[in-house]
């Protein structure tokens, strides 16, 4: 069974610091994985897509890398701005997405 | 930009009660998933359909839940006799197709967030 992992539970930074978001997972076997932005009792915004075949993948000031050997992904977001306050989640797609429990952002202005 | 809606936001509901869930996914999306997550809690997979079958479901998905795509546009999530392990948010979501970049993408519904008394 995939087991989605994702450190730290929770991040303060100030404003303009980059922010590092990590995530690992058990089984290599996978299709994709996605990184997701949720705001409090909302849905889940899709941010980025790795494919399995993919290290890196950029939009904007987010950028994903995925080493599927070892099991991670990491999340980039560079000069953090209060607006990026949220939780992230990482999600494994092997035919179903399986998610980790996320990482909870604070931008301090 | 084309998303997936879903109704209704907040539904509360007595034990026991019949309960459903509707979706209309994204245009043209071919595979249509429902996931819920129980507060404080992880993501959790239920169910994908394509092809107007289930495709795959997980232990959580038993006989007190069904999906139906009753038209071209609409995917219902149904809880036959809810229990107080139910009340959770449950999200809807969409893809287009398995074969592009962008098809790979998961697009996911704002919720219906679920109360059982």
Not at chain 1, 74 to 92: F, K, N, R, W
Not at chain 2, 90 to 113: H, L, V
Request: hydrophobic residues 35%.
């Amino acid at each position: 069974k995939q087991e989605v992992t994702q450190i730290p539970a929770a991040l303060s930074v100030p404003e303009g610091e980059n922010l590092v978001l990590n995530c690992s997972f058990t089984d290599s076997a996978i299709y994709n994985l996605q990184w997701f932005r949720q705001d409090p009792g909302k849905g889940l915004t899709s941010l980025l897509l790795i494919q399995s075949s993919q290290r890196e993948q950029t939009s904007g000031r987010l950028n994903a890398s995925l080493d599927k050997s070892s099991g991670r992904s990491t999340l980039y977001i560079a000069a953090s701005q209060p607006g990026d306050s949220a939780t992230y989640l990482c999600a494994v797609n092997d035919y179903k997405l399986s998610f980790g429990a996320g990482t909870t952002v604070t931008v301090r202005a | 930009e084309p998303e997936v809606t879903q109704t209704p936001s907040h539904q509360v509901t007595q034990m026991g009660q019949e309960v459903i869930l509707r979706c209309v996914p994204i245009s043209n999306h071919l595979y249509f998933y429902w996931y819920r997550q129980i507060l404080g809690q992880k993501v959790e997979f239920l169910v994908s359909f394509y092809n107007n079958e289930i495709s795959e479901k997980s232990e959580i998905f038993d006989d007190q839940f069904s999906v139906e795509r009753p038209d071209g546009s609409n995917f219902t999530l149904k809880i036959r006799s809810t229990k107080l392990e139910d009340s959770a948010m449950y999200f809807c979501a969409s893809r287009s197709d398995g074969i592009t970049f962008s098809g790979n993408t998961i697009y996911f519904g704002e919720g219906s967030w679920l109360t059982v008394v």
